[in-house]
């Protein structure tokens, strides 16, 4: 392993995992001296029961819920985000609880950046660290295993008006807390299950292998990829196996510390474009695009690729691998992975089963490049770059 | 050890000095690359009439501001401009020093937190791609290994323009 000559690590957000975890809600939102939070979750969470899991963590305790607003779009946008403020600050809330995938928790920093600066144009704050009020009290229960944005410093939201994605980075934008409960992802479906398990470890994948990784962001990163690779598949096939969903919360949140502190890459880049362009779901776009894009990174960073086959793979295939076919190996496995996965849940493994045309090949490419994400990439990637691997994965 | 207080923070003169000519040249270069670089041309075509953008070195560092003029860039000197439509930070100024003496690279100053952008990020993608091509002609091939992830392959073309940048270029910035 090697120890860059200078790094940067946070990670201060409180874990609290296992089960009942919801239960101690009420006394972590005394600790960080909040008593009306505002409930920010979906349609998706509150039909399928999750909210009344959340709300009934709060029974015989003397906290009031001050809102819930359970109307958070998929893609949630600027708008959503000023009516939520404002329905915040009419109800006298203190602090935010975000119930759901990447969009509700995204949607919830969101609003805690409109609440806690006091200021009614969320475009102000767009880019990196552009925040300096001391954020309120932010809670988050994740209902899905991927995204990791229970302990990422990162929300993006829409700005439908323009048509563009608006991306926040601050480490003001961490939760205070982060809430698994094995009872909160044992409703996600297969496929949903299955790319956003292909997203952590994509996360974990790029976090262990870009420039900015560390020997921290690595640990972190590196019991992720093994925790996935022993659950995934279990997770989907059945879905009420709560040691294996948890296992995958777990991995989520892990991959999730791993990217906060060392960023993502080319897979990333691309998978955003191809989500603005042609609306590939984000964890679909990971698990197709991964294996290409390390074949293309293959003859810089093979030699951590090769690392990562114990464990994806362990260490018996590991062992009976020659060192020199280690990194090819790891991306055939990916592959692998992705091809079972298909099977128990028909999630596209190319891009043309995931709605994206040749047409929109160019656009894709144009985007990718000038995505923040590329920089961390170890290789540079021109538009041409970008077009060989979409190619390569249609 | 006596007590001390009030200790004023001490400057480093010549690094300040040496990033301010640094980003000059590059500043000169840019702008003359403007002109005529195709690659230059493409991506400073995606600005706007009067686009402004500043690389600043944090607390008392020097910056480097560009405006889009017509289609040239143009290197409008090294004073801090805070309204500019991107501002990228250098966290302090033995970063910037590393930079302009091809110690370290953009991405390397990235992967180590020391940059930070005010602005758009498919823009300041732009401006790191922009910065790439100058380095590619202002330094040598062996110092570019170590500040770009890919060297540029010099056809007799660009050793013609790198002769210009680095002569006409570097003086009056045509």
């Known amino acids: 392993m090697t120890i860059p000559r200078y790094y940067e690590f946070q990670n201060p957000v409180k874990i609290n995992a296992g089960e009942d975890a919801l239960r101690t809600l009420p006394a972590e939102l005394k600790r960080l001296q909040a008593a009306r939070p505002a409930v920010i979750t979906d349609k998706g969470v509150s039909n399928a029961g999750l909210l009344d899991h959340v709300l009934n963590g709060f029974k015989n305790s003397d906290i009031t819920i001050g809102l819930v607003f359970d109307e958070t779009p998929s893609d949630s946008s600027v708008t959503v985000v000023n009516r939520i403020a404002d329905l915040f600050i009419e109800n006298n809330c203190d602090s935010i609880i975000a119930v759901g995938g990447g969009s509700a928790i995204d949607t919830a920093k969101a609003v805690n950046i409109v609440v806690s600066e006091n200021e009614k144009d969320l475009r102000k704050f767009v880019g990196a660290d552009r925040l300096s009020a001391r954020p309120k009290p932010l809670i988050v229960v994740p209902t899905t295993a991927g995204t990791g944005s229970e302990v990422t410093l990162v929300a993006v939201i829409s700005d439908t008006e323009k048509g563009v994605k608006l991306p926040f980075t601050s480490r003001l934008l961490l939760p205070s807390v982060a809430v698994l409960d094995p009872k909160m992802t044992i409703s996600l479906p297969p496929r949903l299950t299955a790319t956003t398990g292909m997203d952590a470890l994509t996360h974990a994948v790029e976090a262990y292998t870009c420039l900015q990784k560390n020997p921290m962001s690595d640990a972190f990163a590196w019991s992720a990829i093994s925790l996935i690779s022993n659950n995934l598949e279990k997770a989907v096939s059945s879905g009420q196996d709560t040691s294996a969903r948890f296992a995958m919360a777990n991995a989520s949140l892990m991959a999730g510390v791993a990217f906060s502190n060392s960023m993502v890459g080319a897979v990333h880049a691309i998978g955003h474009a191809c989500g603005a362009v042609a609306h590939v779901h984000h964890g679909n776009a990971m698990a197709i695009l991964l294996p290409y894009v390390m074949k293309f990174n293959l003859d810089t960073i093979g030699h951590l690729y090769a690392e990562l086959l114990l464990p994806l793979a362990g260490a018996e295939i590991y062992a009976n691998t020659k060192p020199t076919l280690r990194a090819r190996k790891f991306i055939e496995e990916v592959l692998l992975l992705n091809y079972r996965l298909s099977k128990l849940c028909a999630m596209p493994v190319k891009l043309n089963q995931a709605g994206v045309k040749r047409a929109d090949f160019k656009k894709i490419a144009e985007m990718a490049v000038n995505d923040g994400a590329m920089l961390p990439n170890p290789k540079d990637l021109s538009e041409s770059d970008v077009l060989s691997i979409l190619n390569e994965a249609y | 050890m006596a007590i001390r207080t009030d200790i004023e923070p001490q400057r480093e003169d010549l690094k300040y000095h040496a990033v301010k000519v640094g980003f000059m040249a590059l500043g000169r270069a840019l702008q003359s690359a403007s002109h005529f670089e195709n690659e230059v041309i493409a991506e400073a075509s995606a600005w706007n009439e009067g686009f402004t953008f500043s690389m600043d070195v944090k607390h008392t560092g020097p910056s480097l501001v560009m405006q889009k003029q017509g289609r040239i860039l143009k290197f409008l000197g090294n004073e801090k401009c805070s309204n ?82 680095l002569t006409k270029g570097m003086l009056f910035g045509k």
């Open chain 2, 84 to 165: 500019a439509d991107l501002i990228v930070e250098i966290q302090d100024l033995e970063t910037a020093f590393k930079m302009i003496t091809t110690q370290a690279g953009a991405h390397h100053v990235f992967a180590e937190n020391k940059i930070s952008v005010i602005g758009n990020i498919p823009d300041s993608m732009r401006l790191i791609r922009l910065i790439y091509i100058i380095e590619g002609y202002l330094f040598p091939k062996f110092l570019n290994k170590n500040i770009l992830k890919r060297s540029p392959v010099m056809t007799l073309q660009k050793q013609f323009n790198r002769l210009h940048i």
